[in-house]
């Protein structure tokens, strides 16, 4: 945390907000070229220069192309937009944002879109590409997702709409199945796990863009599934369907970033002991609501839940991606009471406002309920690799 390194005190200092530091934790990774910061010709940072990131599989083409231009560069894109803050939501946009120039870095990128960094994801060694490799194919990427979840609670959960040449509107809920909602989650970034949950929150005033939609759960897009057309349909927007990405909640607390723990197991929800929960497990739990991994344990501050304790002893790294990834018990196995029940907070202590992205801005904390600044005397690149 950025108050374990040395400073006078909370409150007490020796500057003026004309020294208010500033902080980038987008060392290695930009979008170029495009109509926003969450778009363009993306441009990656290596050995002090930046360069490109070829997309052509040099592979067999007609075997190998239709699997990796939907799976892998779509999987990539998601790790680039993690990486500038806007969370797994990126697609793919072939090289709609033109040539690079300059070095081409990566070739063969292979990811499966869990990854923190691009650079973990499988690559020819850095700056060695494909003869067929050129500017002309570098990759582009969006953040801004083709369909989105609106009305509820997080990101993860509300009314779906899909984007459809520039324009949003939703989708029917003639068969449209919890296999179709793993598509859609996928999409935004949170694997296949998604289910359908009626039209809870209301009805859309949009086009209805599809009707009729069959999945198999596997389909990198809801494009790609089996539908009735765009814009063909059948039904009223009282129909329009609602999808839920969230197998955790937050309850009982001030606001939906704090509350008491609660995970949805076989359709049930119930509630998780608080013996070994520690606040890699609280990151993981933050990053699965959409406000990435910046969560902490508060032990049992808002009471005690009913029903089932679903888990107990849960040991997380703090790096993966649901909690349900991490080590415990086994469902329903616990020695401990309702009055163990874990309470998780999502407020971070520290944020980057006034900047192109959460990732980078004027440096702002959080302390006995104000947000405040910080000076940049004495603040080196040490003190903001603790705020990143």
Same mark, same amino acid.
């Given at each position: 945390?950025? &108050? &374990?390194?040395?400073?006078y005190s909370w409150g007490r200092d020796d500057c003026g907000h004309n020294q208010i530091v500033s902080v980038s934790c987008n060392a290695s990774v930009r979008l170029v070229g495009g109509p926003s910061p969450r778009e363009g010709r993306l441009e990656l940072h290596h050995n002090g220069t930046w360069g490109t990131v070829c997309w052509y599989d040099h592979? &067999?083409?007609?075997?190998? =192309?239709? =699997? =990796?231009? =939907?799976y892998h560069c779509h999987s990539a894109a998601r790790v680039v937009c993690h990486?500038? #803050?806007y969370g797994r939501i990126g697609r793919f946009d072939g090289n709609r944002y033109g040539a690079g120039s300059g070095r081409i870095w990566l070739d063969n990128l292979w990811c499966r879109g869990t990854e923190t960094n691009i650079g973990d994801c499988q690559h020819n060694v850095w700056g060695s590409h494909n003869s067929h490799c050129g500017h002309h194919e570098v990759l582009s990427v969006s953040c801004n997702a083709s369909v989105r979840l609106v009305g509820g609670p997080s990101p993860r959960e509300g009314l779906l709409e899909v984007d459809h040449n520039g324009t949003r509107g939703t989708v029917c809920n003639d068969g449209f199945t919890n296999a179709?909602?793993? $598509? $859609?989650?996928?999409?935004? #970034?949170?694997?296949y796990s998604g289910r359908v949950i009626a039209n809870r929150y209301g009805a859309g005033n949009e086009s209805i863009w599809l009707d009729d939609v069959q999945c198999n759960g596997t389909e990198p897009d809801i494009g790609d599934c089996r539908h009735g057309g765009w814009g063909q349909h059948k039904c009223g927007h009282n129909q329009d369907v609602t999808v839920s990405c969230n197998t955790v909640r937050l309850v009982d607390g001030p606001s939906p970033r704090e509350g008491r723990l609660e995970v949805e197991y076989n359709g049930?929800? #119930?509630? $998780?002991?608080d013996d070994g929960f520690t606040h890699s497990a609280a990151r993981v739990v933050c990053l699965m609501l959409a406000y990435d991994y910046s969560g902490r344990a508060v032990g049992n501050r808002y009471g005690a839940g009913s029903g089932p304790i679903w888990l107990d002893d849960v040991d997380c790294n703090g790096t993966e991606t &649901?909690?349900?990834?991490?080590?415990?018990?086994?469902? #329903?196995?616990?020695?401990?009471e309702h009055s163990q029940d874990v309470s998780v907070s999502c407020d971070t202590s520290v944020r980057l406002v006034g900047g192109p992205s959460p990732r980078e801005g004027r440096l702002e904390v959080y302390r006995n309920g104000t947000r405040g600044s910080m000076c940049s005397i004495g603040f080196t690149h040490a003190s903001a690799k603790v705020v990143c």
């Open positions: 945390m950025i &108050d &374990d390194c040395r400073y592979h &067999d083409h007609h075997y190998h =192309y239709h =699997y =990796y231009h =939907y990486m500038l #803050g179709s909602a793993r $598509v $859609v989650c996928f999409m935004l #970034g949170n694997e049930t929800w #119930g509630t $998780v002991c &649901d909690i349900r990834d991490c080590r415990h018990r086994g469902w #329903g196995r616990h020695n401990c």
